[in-house]
């Protein structure tokens, strides 16, 4: 468990800052995808010498835009448990999902098979939400919706999630 204090806690009179506030981070664990950033860099390294060599390409400028936004967005997944809320974010977290635990009605450990492939993708199972690796928790909720958030620690999430549910 991690107690994070909003700062600053004094205004500049010495009265304490009423938005201050002490809240609890249940868990927080950021996994790195490390091929997907070596998929992405690989073509970007490429696009850029070779607009270096022969001039500017407004095509080629525009896919290497697109590839370094997509390599920011999923180079890790964050997953956090807070204030009765689990989330995930994606890398500089323009892409998230926040899930109320008291809409989670179970979850387990679940093994993705390999051609479900990373990113975020519809399988037979429900949405998945994964950056590397095959590992994943399986969180049903009441609405009978499935998800899969795949992680490299998924014990540790799976006991965070009932834990956090129980109170």
Not at 64 to 89: P, W, Y
Not at 141 to 146: A, N, Q, V
Request: with cysteine; charged share 20%.
């Amino acid at each position: 468990m991690i107690l994070r204090l909003n700062q600053p806690s004094v205004n500049r009179k010495g009265y304490i800052n009423p938005a201050c506030h002490i809240h609890m981070v249940k868990y927080i664990h950021t996994q790195a995808g490390y091929l997907t950033l070596t998929i992405f860099t690989i073509p970007v390294v490429i696009i850029a010498v070779t607009m270096y060599v022969y001039g500017l390409n407004w095509v080629a400028l525009l896919v290497l835009v697109i590839l370094i936004i997509s390599a920011f967005n999923f180079s890790s997944l964050t997953v956090k448990i807070e204030r009765g809320v689990l989330e995930i974010r994606f890398g500089i977290g323009m892409i998230r999902k926040r899930f109320p635990l008291r809409e989670i009605e179970s979850c387990r450990k679940v093994r993705n098979r390999w051609y479900y492939g990373w990113g975020i993708r519809l399988t037979p199972h429900g949405w998945l939400y994964n950056v590397s690796g095959l590992d994943a928790v399986e969180i049903r909720m009441k609405s009978g919706k499935k998800y899969r958030i795949g992680t490299d620690e998924p014990e540790e999430l799976m006991t965070a999630i009932l834990r956090c549910k129980e109170g």
